[in-house]
């Protein structure tokens, strides 16, 4: 009589990948998720750009386009800039992604941090390639002075770039290939 086994069944620690960066690749995902969904929210409730929701007497809700880089930077450019911008995000998120395949998955805090960077920079990205800009909604303020209008992309972006630089800071050790000398 044959014996019947059960069918190998392959533990999330057996998958190579997982023993990667690429275990991050979720946080990325969900942040392109909340990013695209706030700003059609955004894009849905102020039809027209400039509209305001005062949240409280120093950060507004308003809808502003930008087809530049962080804070408007080239903006007024004749749209060539929107080219060079989303070659730019495609082939850092490539570099991140080839980054986060190197890494090994106990490298948990840069492995987020990367995650947060390419969540981010594929939610501009998709926004420049679908409509030629990027969509702007959060306004903070102080009297007269606003500051750029940003979205949750740019957001997990500095967020993701401060791990970094606090991961630097705090293992210097571990950024170079050297051994200790004791």
């Keep these: 009589m044959p014996k019947f086994s059960s069918p ?4 999330l620690k057996s998958n190579p990948l997982l023993q990667t960066g690429w275990r991050w690749l979720w946080i990325a995902v969900i942040f392109f998720i909340i990013d695209q969904v706030t700003k059609g929210i955004a894009v849905d409730y102020f039809v027209t750009p400039g509209g305001r929701f005062e949240v409280m007497p120093f950060f507004n809700f308003t809808l502003a386009y930008n087809k530049g880089a962080a804070f408007s930077f080239l903006a007024d450019q004749g749209g060539w800039q929107v080219i060079f911008f989303s070659t730019v995000s495609s082939v850092v998120a490539i570099g991140i992604l ?11 805090w840069l492995g987020i941090a990367l995650s947060l960077i390419l969540g981010g920079a594929m ?5 420049r390639l679908v409509l030629g800009q990027v969509v702007d909604f959060i306004d903070w303020y102080y009297q007269d002075y606003h ?3 940003f979205n949750v992309a740019d957001s997990v972006i500095f ?3 401060f791990m970094m630089i606090y991961d630097s800071f705090k293992n210097p050790e ?4 050297k051994p200790n000398k004791a």
């Design 8 to 11: 190998k069944t392959t533990s």
């Design 174 to 177: 571990e950024q170079t290939d």
């Design 147 to 149: 500051f750029p209008a």
């Design 123 to 127: 939610g501009n990205l998709y926004d």
């Design 98 to 108: 080839y980054w986060l395949y190197t890494l090994p998955a106990k490298n948990w």
């Design 159 to 161: 967020l993701g770039a």
